[in-house]
């Protein structure tokens, strides 16, 4: 599983991470951000300052030695999930043979020309309302995927949700927590279809 720009240790990320390992799988949210997360409170370092250090160019060459261990201990397939700024690094994976399935949650900084170039499975689970991915890039996406028979992939746009909802959300919240629960479920599925 591949973060977003808060880091890795946000509890409803960990959590979602023991529900995928829970269904069987051996699961991995490495710190690609070597315990430097963006902090949107910090005025010293906004995302474009931070993201100059944290590129998804990084995090796609920190991705290599993390898939090559697992495949050392003997895993022959393997799924990835990429939230937000991980969509991108996600996505990057997927456009070679270094997984064999993949799944966007609100992506981020992924374009059309990335789906072109997509040879895993995929997944692309978008919120109603993101600036950062919109309703309507992603149905770019899914006009690309509906013209490559040979990629499996498909877009799902949730209603009334933000960028972010899948692990961003309010426990508290009974429609926040069963909206990302669904796009949990889904990504599950994902990976039990096409990570065998």
Not at 32 to 45: L, S, V
Not at 61 to 87: Q, R, S, Y
Not at 127 to 148: C, G, N
């Amino acid at each position: 599983m591949n973060h977003r720009t808060l880091g890795y240790e946000p509890p409803n990320l960990r959590k979602l991470a023991d529900k995928v390992a829970a269904a069987g799988y051996y699961v991995v949210v490495p710190d690609f951000f070597y315990g430097e997360p963006y902090a949107p409170d910090n005025t010293d370092r906004p995302l474009p300052v931070w993201i100059q250090s944290h590129g998804t160019d990084k995090g796609f060459e920190d991705a290599k030695p993390v898939i090559a261990a697992l495949k050392n201990k003997g895993i022959p397939a393997i799924g990835a999930a990429g939230f937000c700024w991980g969509a991108k690094v996600v996505v990057e994976l997927a456009k070679s043979d270094y997984i064999q399935a993949a799944v966007l949650l609100h992506p981020s900084l992924v374009t059309v020309d990335d789906i072109k170039e997509v040879k895993a499975p995929l997944a692309v689970l978008g919120a109603e309302t993101d600036r950062i991915s919109p309703p309507e890039l992603l149905k770019q996406f899914e006009e690309v995927l509906s013209v490559r028979p040979e990629i499996h992939g498909y877009v799902k746009i949730f209603p009334g949700v933000v960028h972010g909802w899948t692990v961003r959300y309010n426990v508290e919240d009974e429609k926040a927590v069963k909206c990302a629960e669904e796009a949990h479920q889904n990504m599950l599925d994902w990976f039990l279809e096409h990570v065998k």
